[in-house]
């Protein structure tokens, strides 16, 4: 029973991070570059990509969220001129999500402020104190 306390006490832990870490994410981004995490998340991907797009359902699995909510946030990041949409050409279904010139420039404005947020939140996190008996 100790130990499931204590595993209960650290995913606590482990949530309350999170919490303040997506909080202080959410204030710096959003005062300083007026991005939401969920936004600065989207351009930070797509940054990333060999080419700057993804395909919507590629997004939404590496941002972790629903179809629907990405599609408001992409809404929202088109009407501010920081993505497109394309559709893809060999698959007329598919839709593309490309990062435009003006958010990729608003990417490379916010990246100094996502990072040292996460450095100042992160090293903060303390370790697991030994080592977790695999889950069966």
Same mark, same amino acid.
């Given at each position: 029973?100790?130990?499931?306390?204590?595993? !209960?006490?650290?995913?606590?832990?482990?949530?309350? &991070?999170?919490?303040?870490?997506?909080?202080?994410?959410?204030?710096?981004?959003?005062?300083?570059?007026?991005?939401? !995490?969920?936004?600065?998340? !989207?351009?930070?991907?797509?940054?990333?990509?060999?080419?700057?797009?993804?395909?919507?359902?590629?997004?939404?699995?590496?941002?972790?969220?629903? &179809?629907?909510?990405?599609?408001?946030?992409?809404?929202?990041?088109?009407?501010?001129?920081?993505?497109?949409?394309?559709?893809?050409?060999?698959?007329?279904?598919?839709?593309? !999500? &490309?990062?435009?010139?003006?958010?990729?420039?608003?990417?490379?404005?916010?990246?100094?402020?996502?990072?040292?947020?996460?450095?100042?939140?992160?090293?903060?996190? &303390?370790?697991?104190?030994?080592?977790?008996?695999?889950?069966?």
């Amino acid at each position: 029973m100790e130990d499931d306390r204590e595993v !209960v006490r650290w995913w606590r832990d482990l949530m309350a &991070q999170k919490a303040m870490t997506w909080c202080a994410l959410e204030r710096e981004l959003g005062e300083k570059h007026d991005l939401g !995490v969920s936004d600065f998340e !989207v351009l930070d991907h797509m940054a990333e990509s060999e080419h700057g797009q993804y395909r919507v359902q590629e997004l939404a699995d590496a941002v972790h969220l629903s &179809q629907s909510a990405l599609s408001r946030l992409i809404s929202r990041l088109e009407k501010a001129g920081l993505v497109c949409r394309n559709m893809c050409l060999d698959d007329r279904r598919g839709v593309f !999500v &490309q990062i435009t010139s003006a958010g990729l420039e608003r990417h490379r404005q916010a990246l100094p402020t996502h990072r040292a947020v996460l450095a100042a939140s992160l090293s903060r996190i &303390q370790t697991w104190p030994r080592d977790p008996t695999p889950i069966r």
